[in-house]
């Protein structure tokens, strides 16, 4: 009986092993187009930009552009703005500083970027919200100052913050809120009947108070709430746990609004949340890139518009900016305002409990862009089955313990033998480009030959078509040199190792693309 049971324990082991060595399925289909993903998905909040030192400073500017290239929501919110003992305060005397604002605001809409105000409370700090008239009347005189004094067009205006009767106080009920909003909506619209107003920024996603303040509040343009996972004594299960909770009351929702008798669609908007509601290590580690990540993918899957990383104030123990230099989280924004708009597309995993994923493809930039995050502690073997498009190489972007920031290139060959491993705890991001862009044999400008591919640093071109310019793009699509007249060689010795993308445009008008690695 001893060998016998030896025997039971033995195939039960191996059985186990079996089931738990299984790869988790993750399946893409490239022409299952879900939906267009807002331009403004993925954004951030920047109280830095109410001090105009920092508007007007060239390396903070450069950053925050290159975390949001230009597209991703500034949000503008902090209690500074209203406590004229901050830095941060737009107030003078109790009443709004014209100049400052201006100097303030003025950098962000003149370089291009998208920008909401919040206005969190009353002249007189935290607690003067009880007043719709007054507070309705301090927040059109701003959007005096803002729109029509200084032309700046601001499109987005919440009103207040974390001001409901749930979270705090004496906090404001439903209906109270609702008087807030619509008494101030109404008054900044007859200064600026263009602009759109909404809230009412909750502490968390309560869909038990926003679906019946949307429903008796037919002047909210759009739906604001926030979410935080702890105060980083939580452990890392119980913080994704608490991502996953957050991201499905958001779908919640986003139904509920849609099912209102009112057919006018109202955008969502997660106007904050971070790991932590107070700064701690794990925000700026691999830890809170996969946070994040959960965040800004699984949001947009769940049917909201965009969401507001908190922040990016370089002054911020919780911020993406550290002094003059990015933190590693910061790259994850980068890469998603590059590689993850024009339309995400349907995307599953077999265990969600383990590994998410999300998926874009632009035709505009012909990236296909594919997100993968770890959320367990443990080595998580994967197998993708992807419908459409398959891409020969992809370059991929990694988070993990062993690399706080890894970029590299990968073979499809590699990716699907069945055997790919997403290391614990981290995000990992594919973006793979149409066959018709290869990597730097024969490309389309009738029989051009760019090599050799990799290279050191010289790029030798030859074409039945004469060159006329050239431009080069890092991996992630900033522009870092163009030329007229290439003639026959391209030097990328001054430029570090990695994946670059060549843009080249012939003298008949023709361009193509072609995507060269240096080593």
Not at 203 to 219: K, R, S
Not at 244 to 267: V, W
Not at 336 to 341: L, Q
Not at 392 to 400: E, K, P, V
Request: aromatic share 10%; net charge negative.
């Amino acid at each position: 009986m001893k060998y016998v049971a030896f025997i039971l324990m033995f195939f039960y082991a191996v059985a186990s092993n079996e089931a738990v060595s299984q790869p988790i399925s993750l399946r893409i289909d490239w022409a299952a187009t879900v939906r267009n993903i807002p331009e403004n998905a993925y954004g951030v909040n920047s109280p830095a930009n109410f001090i105009p030192a920092y508007s007007n400073d060239g390396v903070f500017m450069n950053n925050l552009r290159r975390i949001t290239q230009k597209k991703g929501l500034i949000r503008l919110h902090g209690w500074g703005m209203i406590d004229e003992n901050s830095p941060e305060s737009w107030l003078d005397n109790g009443e709004w500083n014209a100049t400052k604002i201006q100097k303030a605001l003025t950098p962000l809409i003149q370089n291009g970027y998208e920008v909401m105000i919040n206005i969190p409370s009353g002249v007189r700090g935290e607690d003067d919200y009880q007043d719709p008239l007054e507070f309705a009347r301090f927040c059109a005189d701003l959007v005096q100052i803002v729109n029509i004094d200084n032309h700046l067009n601001v499109k987005y205006w919440e009103i207040p913050n974390e001001r409901e009767a749930d979270f705090i106080s004496p906090g404001l009920t439903v209906s109270q809120m609702s008087n807030l909003i619509r008494t101030a909506s109404q008054a900044m619209k007859l200064v600026d009947s263009t602009i759109l107003v909404g809230g009412s920024a909750t502490a968390w996603v309560n869909h038990d108070y926003l679906t019946p303040l949307i429903q008796i509040t037919p002047e909210m343009d759009f739906v604001t709430c926030h979410t935080y996972a702890g105060d980083c004594t939580n452990s890392l299960p119980e913080i994704y746990d608490n991502a996953q909770e957050a991201i499905s009351e958001l779908g919640i929702l986003r139904q509920k609004i849609n099912e209102l008798p009112d057919s006018t669609y109202r955008p969502i908007f997660l106007t904050e949340y971070n790991l932590s509601y107070q700064g701690c290590p794990d925000i700026q580690s691999y830890k809170g890139v996969v946070y994040d990540a959960i965040i800004m993918t699984q949001s947009i899957k769940s049917g909201i518009d965009a969401t507001c990383y908190w922040n990016v104030a370089p002054y911020s123990d919780m911020s993406i900016i550290e002094g003059d230099d990015l933190v590693d989280n910061a790259y994850l924004y980068e890469i998603m305002n590059t590689h993850f708009h024009g339309e995400m597309v349907q995307s599953n995993s077999s265990d969600s409990t383990k590994i998410l994923v999300y998926a874009t493809k632009n035709t505009a930039t012909h990236d296909y862009s594919f997100c993968l995050i770890n959320r367990t502690n443990s080595d998580q073997h994967i197998m993708l089955h992807i419908e459409g498009f398959t891409p020969d190489t992809l370059h991929r972007y990694l988070w993990d313990a062993s690399h706080d920031y890894l970029s590299d290139t990968k073979s499809w060959t590699q990716l699907n033998n069945g055997n790919f491993t997403l290391s614990p705890y981290s995000v990992t991001v594919f973006v793979g480009r149409d066959k018709s862009l290869n990597n730097g044999n024969h490309i389309g400008l009738n029989n051009c030959l760019v090599s050799p591919n990799p290279t050191s640093g010289l790029l030798y071109l030859k074409s039945d078509e004469n060159i006329k310019a050239y431009q080069i793009f890092t991996s992630m699509g900033r522009l870092i040199k163009n030329g007229v007249g290439a003639g026959n060689v391209i030097n990328l010795s001054g430029y570090p190792d990695g994946l670059y993308f060549i843009r080249l445009y012939s003298r008949s008008n023709h361009s193509t693309e072609v995507t060269i690695t240096k080593e």
